[in-house]
């Protein structure tokens, strides 16, 4: 089966620019979750969906950025306006459900250097 | 809060020798723990998991996993280590009680030396 697929894996921009992000899940999972990679950490989930509706955004900085999943497949990020501290990698996963009991399938990340 | 601690940053062995990588959580339930393995330039892969049972998970890639309550860890062995595990290491508790969220650890790289 295809992985999850997320677009564009570089971006570079500059602080104050806006950027957008954008993951198609594997085919048939409900779950989608975006995570921040800062170097040299863990993923830090930012945003998780449920279909379309939002399970848990508590991690989310609201005043920058924003996310959305219509029609409950694919997804897109987007930061308005870029920070220098949001040069990360941003990588979105999704499973078949929100329970832990079942595998998170993470795709390649795109990796944003802001300047 | 759930957290997870890795205190090895940086871990160096030499091929064929044996691997332990440390992981300690902070949870207050019985936690769903994971370890997942991340190559340069690739996202996260599952190695294995452990739920509840056996405290000895069997993974992919020849590894394996214990998970140990009275001292809140879930260390990840290999014993015999090939240079195509050189990689970034993450373990991760699962909240069982929420939508299933995750946190994460920061992370072991394994160097591999020939």
């Known amino acids: 089966e295809a992985g999850v697929a997320q677009s564009p894996r570089y971006k570079i921009i500059e602080k104050r620019q806006s950027v957008a992000f954008w993951c198609n899940p594997i085919?048939?999972?409900?779950?989608l979750y975006w995570y921040q990679q800062i170097l040299g950490q863990g993923p830090k989930l930012l945003i998780q969906?449920?279909?379309?509706?939002?399970?848990?955004d508590s991690q989310l900085p609201k005043d920058r950025f924003s996310a959305e999943r219509l029609k409950g497949v694919d997804s897109t990020l987007k930061i308005q306006p870029a920070k220098l501290e949001d040069s990360a990698v941003y990588l979105c996963?999704?499973?078949?459900?929100?329970?832990?009991?079942?595998?998170?399938?993470f795709g390649p990340g795109t990796r944003l250097t802001v300047t | 809060a759930q957290s997870v601690t890795q205190p090895d940053i940086h871990i160096t062995v030499s091929e064929g020798a044996s691997l332990e990588l440390r992981c300690n959580y902070s949870?207050?339930?019985?936690?769903?723990l994971f370890w997942y393995v991340q190559s340069p330039g690739q996202g996260l892969q599952l190695l294995l998991k452990?739920?509840?049972?056996?405290?000895l998970v069997q993974g992919i890639k020849g590894f394996e996993a214990e998970f140990k309550r009275s001292q809140s860890s879930f260390n990840l062995r290999k014993p015999s280590v090939h240079w195509s595990d050189a990689a970034e290491y993450f373990c991760?508790?699962?909240?069982?009680?929420?939508?299933?969220?995750?946190?994460f650890g920061d992370g072991t790289t394994l160097t591999v030396k020939p």
């Open positions: 996963a999704s499973s078949l459900d929100p329970t832990s009991t079942y595998e998170q399938y």
């Open positions: 085919s048939g999972h409900a779950t």
């Open positions: 969906f449920q279909n379309n509706g939002v399970v848990d």
């Open positions: 949870y207050g339930a019985t936690p769903y």
């Open positions: 452990y739920f509840s049972g056996d405290t």
């Open positions: 991760a508790v699962g909240d069982n009680t929420n939508a299933g969220k995750s946190t």
